[in-house]
């Protein structure tokens, strides 16, 4: 057979080494590289089931190349290529670590349930020096302190912009970014949001049946800049006109799930944020007697996987709680008792991670309920709440 092939492909370029091989190992050779890198990923194989779900996939990597570059850096290291390692690792920093949403929408798509956001997490958690965890504890214990100087800061940029042209800070932090490059650049889209306080005055009512709604701090830090447009507004309309009695605490400001220091693998900071903000739900919620909602999804997510993060006495707590995202507040509190204009049926894009399907589309003015139009096409919706 290796005669007549060689008379018909001299050159051997029809299949070579596929069926006629001259190797009685050809089973085992040029098989791909998978060397051990990770136990978060390790299991991986490359299937790429995982690729639509990233965020990041039309930026820089998606968590199938994540993976495949640290095993890459792996065989880099063995091959005693260190040239070439170090430029890789250089680029992995940003492509791969930095541009990582640590959302772990990968897992919900992954036959092996591997979530590399949980890797991201823990490489950006051994780069931070001692120097680096304490100011981020520092800024977790002063968090309201923090929150207040953003919002100052959103409201000075939105001033300057006024006075110096809709350019303007975009043009300084353009420059700044020149001397430190980690500067955030200024987007117009930037509005520090409404005071909750009239919100607060409005919503006091503790009594058993009454609804906790805590407004996520990044909704009480930036957000559409009138107050009619804002998250925690259309909320209160909606609770308004549903009969449903809140409860927004007097005293939210700092709280915070941790998220924003547990993404960015701040461990010490998380810690202590998650904890706070647990014993504080469990006060405000009476101990468990009133459900709680939060008005963003992320938020309750980090929450719900905080278990292993918590005391004793705090993971009993939480057991013990009902925690809300919107659209199960819609689901649960709201639907049941709201009139039904129009029933078409789709699914939707938000909070899958929670209830499986989310089906409705909202609309306050009327206190009546929509379902969006049958299609496959993504959400046409618009985020929940959203101001039109
Ligand atoms: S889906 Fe899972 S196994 Fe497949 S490439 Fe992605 S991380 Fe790897
Ligand atoms: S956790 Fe990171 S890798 Fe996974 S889907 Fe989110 S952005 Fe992509």
């Given amino acids: ?59 820089t990597l998606t968590p199938r190349k994540r993976i495949v570059v640290r095993r890459a850096l792996k065989s880099l290291q063995h091959e005693g290529e260190g040239k070439l390692h170090k430029e890789l690792l250089q680029q992995y920093q940003y492509d791969g670590l930095d541009t990582c949403a640590v959302d772990g929408l990968c897992a919900t798509a992954c036959p092996v349930d ?20 304490g100011v981020a504890k520092w800024i977790a214990r002063n968090f309201s302190f923090i929150l207040s100087l953003v919002k100052f800061a959103l409201r000075t940029g939105n001033f300057l912009n006024r006075i110096f042209g809709k350019k303007f800070m975009f043009r300084f932090t353009k420059m700044i970014r020149k001397i430190i490059p980690a500067f955030p650049l200024w987007s117009n889209h930037l509005h520090a949001a409404p005071s909750i306080k009239k919100l ?56 915070c799930c941790g998220q924003i220091f547990s993404s960015k693998g701040y461990k010490g900071a998380y ?46 707590r939480l057991k013990n709680m009902q925690i809300l995202e919107t659209v199960q507040f819609i689901k649960y509190h709201i639907l049941p008792i709201a009139p039904t204009i129009e029933k078409k049926k789709r699914n939707c894009c938000a909070s899958g991670l929670f209830d499986g399907k989310n089906e409705y589309a909202i609309d306050t003015r009327g206190c009546s309920w929509r379902f969006c139009r049958g299609s496959s096409d993504p959400c046409k919706c618009g985020m929940l709440w959203n101001g039109r």
């Fill in 200 to 255: 607060q005055r409005l919503h006091k009512d503790k009594s058993p049946h009454s609804i906790v709604y805590i407004p996520a701090c990044i909704n009480r830090l930036m957000g559409e800049a009138k107050s009619s447009q804002h998250v925690s507004k259309h909320f209160s309309e909606v609770a308004l006109k549903s009969g449903i009695k809140l409860y927004i605490p007097a005293d939210i400001a700092g709280s």
């Fill in 1 to 59: 057979m290796k005669e007549i092939k060689g008379y018909a492909d001299p050159n051997n370029l029809l299949n070579p080494g596929v069926i006629i091989n001259e190797h009685a190992d050809a089973h085992i050779r040029h098989l791909k590289k998978l060397p051990t890198v990770e136990s978060e990923v390790d299991t991986c194989i490359e299937c790429g089931f995982c690729e639509h779900k990233c965020p990041s996939r039309h930026l």
């Fill in 114 to 133: 591997i979530d590399t956001g949980k890797l991201v997490k823990r490489l950006r958690s051994e780069k931070h020096s001692a120097f680096g965890n």
């Fill in 271 to 316: 810690n202590f944020k998650v904890n706070q903000f647990i014993e504080k739900l469990w006060t405000w919620s009476g101990e468990g007697e009133r459900p709680v909602v939060i008005d963003f999804s992320s938020c309750v997510y980090t929450v719900l996987q905080s278990p292993g993060t918590l005391t004793d006495e705090n993971r009993e």
